[in-house]
């Protein structure tokens, strides 16, 4: 089905579109199938202050006390090392994953997967794949269906874990797209950043995945840096 991204600010979508990924504080498309973004794995830059007032010691931390920060995008990681700090946590993003469902959306898509990636070893794959289970299963409790984001070498076992369908990034131009597809029978939306990206996947995929082609931060249609594309 034709897709668009909008987790950077909510638009009128394109004609033809039938579904569509908005943030959480967002409200649904009406009449589309609606996936509501969570970064569930780490912090967004705007709410690091929040996490200090409030969880200081649910922020992840070096050992000289310095928060670990995903340096492409300016996120705090989540400390999700312990059971009792995961279930805290799942405590947390979980109601953000009610409020989804209360307003009208059917899917949630749960951000940096990946996250064990960028914690300088701190974090191990098991880590996040266990927060990952307690969400999948929070989000189905709430009649939602749960989206794996990004972290292609892992999608055979979200999949397994309970995750219904994935978000992929950048999956042609880094050649992930196969992962993915085989992992969820194709039930995968894919965002591209690059023409060359775009060409790939839609030469490979195009008629199988759904797949857009954005400006990196997804503005809204009526700015100047928005792009959108499809195969």
């Known amino acids: 089905m ?96 009610d409020g989804c469902a209360a307003a009208g959306f059917q899917a949630v ?24 289970k307690l969400l999948a299963d929070r989000a189905h409790a709430s009649g939602l269906a749960m989206g794996q984001k990004n972290a292609a070498d892992l999608a055979r076992k979200g999949r397994s874990l309970g995750f219904d369908f994935a978000v992929a990034e950048e999956c042609g131009e880094y050649d ?7 992992a969820y029978d194709n039930r995968v939306f894919v965002i591209e950043y690059t023409a060359d990206g775009l060409a790939t996947v839609c030469t490979s995929w195009g008629k199988e995945l759904s797949v857009v082609l954005r400006d990196r931060n997804v503005v809204p249609a009526g700015d100047g840096a928005y792009r959108r594309r499809t195969c």
């Open 2 to 97: 034709a897709f668009d991204y909008q987790i950077g600010g909510a638009y009128p979508p394109p004609s033809g579109v039938r579904a569509v990924s908005r943030d959480r504080a967002a409200k649904p498309a009406p009449g589309l199938y609606n996936i509501c973004y969570v970064n569930a794995f780490q912090a967004q830059p705007d709410a690091t202050d929040w996490w200090q007032a409030h969880h200081p010691d649910l922020l992840l931390r070096d050992s000289g006390g310095a928060l670990v920060v995903d340096k492409d995008w300016g996120e705090a990681l989540l400390d999700i090392s312990t059971d009792a700090k995961r279930e805290r946590l799942a405590r947390i993003v979980g109601e953000w994953i």
């Open 109 to 132: 898509e749960a951000d940096n997967l990946d996250s064990h990636e960028r914690s300088k070893e701190l974090l191990t794959v098991a880590d996040d794949l266990a927060f990952g």
């Open 176 to 182: 992930e797209c196969d992962a993915y597809a085989h």
